[in-house]
């Protein structure tokens, strides 16, 4: 592992570092490198894109869940509404049927 000391030579480093293991691995001027020189920021993006990739998945899953629910709840009120209206309808029957026994007797 090499570390350079200033941002500004950083270049100067790595082509310090392609020219040492050019010359151990005794690879010719004309011959391509058989290695890689790996710096922390391809790190820091391969990182940063997977944590992107994660947010995106979990913001999926939260806006999924909060629509279920919301379904959820939609139906929940949906019943409970359709069970006062029956009941308020058989209430207003029963009244109909006082109003007729009282009119009868």
Same mark, same amino acid.
Do not use: H
């Given at each position: 592992?090499?570390?350079?000391? +200033?941002?500004?030579? #950083?270049?100067?480093?790595?082509?310090? @570092?392609?020219?040492?293991?050019?010359?151990?691995?005794?690879?010719?001027?004309?011959?391509? $490198? $058989?290695?890689?020189?790996?710096?922390?920021?391809?790190?820091?993006?391969?990182?940063?894109?997977?944590?992107? @990739?994660?947010?995106? @998945?979990? +913001?999926?899953?939260?806006?999924?869940?909060?629509?279920?629910?919301?379904?959820?709840?939609?139906?929940? &009120?949906?019943?409970?509404?359709?069970?006062?209206?029956?009941? #308020?309808?058989?209430?207003?029957? #029963?009244?109909?049927? $006082? @109003?007729?026994? #009282? &009119?009868?007797?």
């Amino acid at each position: 592992m090499v570390k350079a000391n +200033l941002w500004k030579e #950083l270049d100067n480093t790595k082509e310090e @570092v392609r020219g040492i293991m050019r010359k151990s691995r005794g690879l010719k001027p004309k011959d391509q $490198d $058989d290695f890689a020189i790996n710096q922390q920021e391809m790190l820091i993006q391969t990182f940063n894109t997977i944590g992107s @990739v994660i947010a995106a @998945v979990g +913001l999926f899953i939260t806006g999924m869940s909060l629509f279920v629910g919301g379904i959820g709840i939609m139906i929940s &009120c949906l019943y409970r509404l359709r069970n006062a209206r029956e009941k #308020l309808e058989s209430a207003k029957q #029963l009244e109909r049927l $006082d @109003v007729l026994f #009282l &009119c009868s007797s």
